[in-house]
């Protein structure tokens, strides 16, 4: 069945690539620069994002009074700078540098305070002349009243040119919110992967993957050529299956990878030459090869995280009854639809 689906090389030169292109990442080092007052919440928000005491949480004023780095899993790399009031200090320079160099930088305010003092914003556009690849942390909003109007403050004091999160690092509230922005900014770096595999909510990160992986699987089957969504198809099927492995720290074999789509898949071949059929025909085959390919993708992705999640070994056996159920669901959606 796998030689009227592609050829083994084929097949073996997506694995290749797509693991290499994840190797790649996992290899780089992450750089998070925070800046924010004493007590801005830094600490609390980067161990709430990684579900791990990262940094020392401390209570007492002037708790971070020079720079700091948190090495977390050696490639993972949060420097804790100065309060906003000594950026101007002897360490001035030496911040600027880590501002520079970094992947992406958190920019504390306090909601429960002055948000966006004077002082603040002239530190804000002093390092955006360095790095604008920024993110406001709006924290304490369980502290604070109408956040909605203090998200527009903000972004109107700063030319809507950062995403700005409302988040608490003391409930937890928003830190999804935050852990999505993060990942979005370092996907534009290809250093997503890494920073995904070390975070603490797995689970909403494999559905964004899935999701986006399901949509792209879409628009290739709406390509009304026959034959010509297989190996685009394989290719993203194949990356969500490694990128799903590495989020949960389950590595997969390349022999392993195809067998679980020759049982999933391919086993739909069925309707995967039914959808070349239909594109023959102007228009008709569009929607259908759309529909199937992003259903078939999505059930992949939702079966892989179940296995996962539920320590189930991935082999075709046990994954086939898995796909088929969530197939079935997303069936069930778009004729409810």
Do not use: C
């Not at 790649?24 to 080092?29: A, C, F, R, T």
């Not at 685009?232 to 990356?239: I, K, R």
């Not at 679980?260 to 025909?281: D, E, H, M, S, Y």
């Amino acid at each position: 069945m796998s030689r009227q689906w592609m050829s083994d090389e084929d097949f073996d030169k997506i694995f290749e690539e797509k693991s290499s292109e994840i190797n790649e990442q996992l290899e780089s080092e992450i750089l998070i620069a925070m800046i924010g007052d004493v007590n801005a919440g830094k600490s609390s928000t980067i161990n709430r994002l990684m579900g791990n005491e990262v940094a020392q949480v401390g209570a007492k004023p002037g708790e971070t009074q020079e720079i700091k780095k948190f090495s977390y899993k050696d490639k993972i790399i949060f420097v804790d700078t100065p309060g906003l009031d000594d950026i101007y200090s002897e360490h001035s320079n030496e911040t600027m540098k880590f501002y520079k160099q970094a992947d992406l930088i958190l920019f504390f305010l306090n909601a429960a305070g002055t948000v966006l003092s004077e002082t603040e914003l002239k530190s804000l556009k002093r390092i955006a002349k360095v790095n604008k690849d920024l993110i406001l942390v709006l924290n304490k909003i369980d502290a604070a009243e109408d956040i909605p109007s203090l998200v527009k403050y903000v972004q109107d004091h700063t030319g809507y040119e950062y995403p700005v999160t409302p988040i608490s690092s003391r409930t937890g509230e928003n830190i999804d919110l935050l852990q999505k922005e993060v990942l979005s900014l370092l996907e534009t770096k290809k250093k997503d992967i890494l920073m995904a595999a070390n975070m603490a909510d797995k689970s909403a990160i494999a559905n964004r993957w899935i999701l986006a992986a399901g949509a792209s699987a879409a628009t290739i089957g709406a390509v009304p050529i026959p034959g010509s969504d297989f190996v685009p198809l394989t290719a993203l099927q194949v990356s969500l299956m490694l990128k799903l492995s590495t989020l949960y720290g389950k590595p997969i074999s390349k022999d392993n990878a195809k067998e679980l789509i020759i049982a999933t898949i391919v086993g739909n071949i069925g309707k995967t030459v039914f959808r070349q059929l239909v594109k023959i025909v102007p228009g008709a085959g569009m929607v259908a090869g759309a529909s199937v390919a992003g259903g078939m993708t999505i059930a992949l992705g939702h079966a892989i995280k179940y296995a996962h999640e539920n320590d189930i070994e991935l082999t075709p056996k046990s994954l086939k009854p898995i796909y088929q159920m969530f197939l079935k669901k997303g069936n069930k959606k778009e004729k409810e639809k």
